[in-house]
């Protein structure tokens, strides 16, 4: 049995000695090769894998996702930030603030040379809306009356229109009106005593009557029609 014990402890340190050789060619072979060195990593990741809290928490702050499979900095991120800083940069360069400058420079000019023709305009329809008050005031104010007048004439009376036009002419086949309080009873958009005064003041009658303390007005008949033109155009 002693005999075999020299024999015995060759073969362990031989044995040994193999395993060595062994995990050296393994590892030359790639067999032992980092995981940052590989193609997934590389393609997945910026930089070597985070270690520790505080490593996390900084590529955090820098603005950086992190690759929870390698637990490093995401690669899409980092160039994100890159492109970011970079697009920073460009953008306050002397050059570009500048060019920013002179755009807002131009943008005020143009906004000024807009107000003054907006203003221009302003005074050139208030001039044409005043000629036109005195030429319609100058003319005589034909009077409309509604159990006699064409629906479209009766349409025509400012604050009318002509759906209660359509109402009138359709209440007065029926029978006429004998009075304002007649029309306004029958026919219900001319309700108010602020609608009725309009119409009475525009040339509206009931049978050749104006509306009590209403009396045809062409002055004011035409400037009651810039009003109503007026909130026509802004959708009131």
């Given amino acids: 049995m002693r005999a075999h014990m020299p024999l015995f402890g060759e073969n362990v340190k031989r044995s040994a000695a193999h395993a060595a050789a062994t995990l050296s060619l393994l590892a030359a072979a790639g067999c032992m090769q980092r995981v940052e060195d590989t ?19 900084q590529a955090q702050v820098d603005g950086y996702s992190i690759n929870r499979v390698y637990d490093c ?12 800083k970079a697009q920073n940069e460009a953008a306050n360069t002397p050059q570009a603030i500048a060019q920013r400058e002179a755009e807002w ?11 003054e023709r907006d203003e221009w305009q302003r005074e ?3 001039e ?14 034909p009077a409309v009356d509604v159990n006699r007048a064409s629906e479209s004439e009766i349409a025509a009376v400012v604050s009318i229109g002509a759906e209660s ?8 086949r029926s029978r006429p009106f004998d009075s304002w309080i007649d029309l306004t009873r029958r026919v219900a958009s ?4 602020q609608t ?3 119409a009475s003041i525009c040339g509206l009658t009931v049978n050749g009557k104006s509306f009590a303390g209403a009396p045809p007005n062409a002055r004011m008949a035409a400037m009651l029609k810039q009003k109503y033109a007026a909130s026509s155009r802004d959708g009131r």
Avoid: M, W
């Fill in 165 to 172: 036009a359509h109402q009138i002419v359709a209440e007065r």
């Fill in 105 to 115: 420079a131009q943008q005020k000019a143009d906004a000024a040379a807009q107000r």
């Fill in 128 to 141: 044409r809306e005043a000629r036109e008050l005195e030429q319609a005031a100058s003319l005589p104010l």
């Fill in 190 to 193: 001319l309700g108010t005593a």
């Fill in 39 to 57: 193609p997934a990593y590389q393609a997945a990741c910026h930089g070597p894998p985070l270690h520790g809290a505080a490593a996390f928490e």
């Fill in 73 to 84: 900095i995401d690669k899409a991120s980092y160039e994100a930030v890159v492109a970011q």
């Fill in 196 to 198: 009725v005064t309009n």
């Fill in 124 to 126: 050139r329809d208030a």
